[in-house]
């Protein structure tokens, strides 16, 4: 059963840097393409950045984060990352990994196309 699991969640400074972690044992039939998603209290969960599993130098960015943080892959260790710098307060929140069938490049931060999801990491950012 395919199972993923972050680390690397923790508080700190406006303008400090933070590496998600999140290890995949195992990949659903068809699965295509990886994720991180967050979600913060009051509000829904979004996708932060995705890329096909296959093909990761063209990641999709959401807007509040492009040029902040990087998606990487090592696929050797089965591992993903999200390298998070120049942390603002408002990107505190749950951090999610996810992995998914997803077609069209345009729908990487699509949530609902994501059907494998680790449990979180909190992220907090203040001073």
């Known amino acids: 059963q395919a199972q993923l699991v972050e680390s690397g969640g923790d508080s700190v400074e406006p303008g400090g840097s933070l590496r998600l972690s999140c290890v995949a044992s195992?990949?659903?039939?068809?699965?295509?393409?990886m994720g991180w998603f967050r979600r913060a209290i009051g509000k829904e969960r979004e996708g932060v950045a995705a890329?096909?599993?296959?093909?990761?130098?063209?990641?999709r960015y959401a807007d509040s984060v492009r040029g902040r943080f990087t998606i990487s892959r090592d696929a050797a260790k089965n591992m993903y990352y999200l390298q998070m710098d120049s942390l603002k307060p408002e990107d505190t929140a749950m951090y999610y990994c996810?992995?998914?069938?997803?077609?069209?490049?345009?729908?990487?931060?699509?949530?609902?196309?994501?059907?494998?999801w680790g449990q979180g990491t909190q992220v907090t950012v203040s001073s």
């Open positions: 195992g990949h659903p039939p068809n699965t295509n393409a």
């Open positions: 890329f096909y599993i296959g093909e990761t130098d063209r990641p």
């Open positions: 996810a992995t998914g069938r997803v077609g069209d490049w345009w729908y990487l931060l699509q949530t609902a196309l994501y059907n494998t």
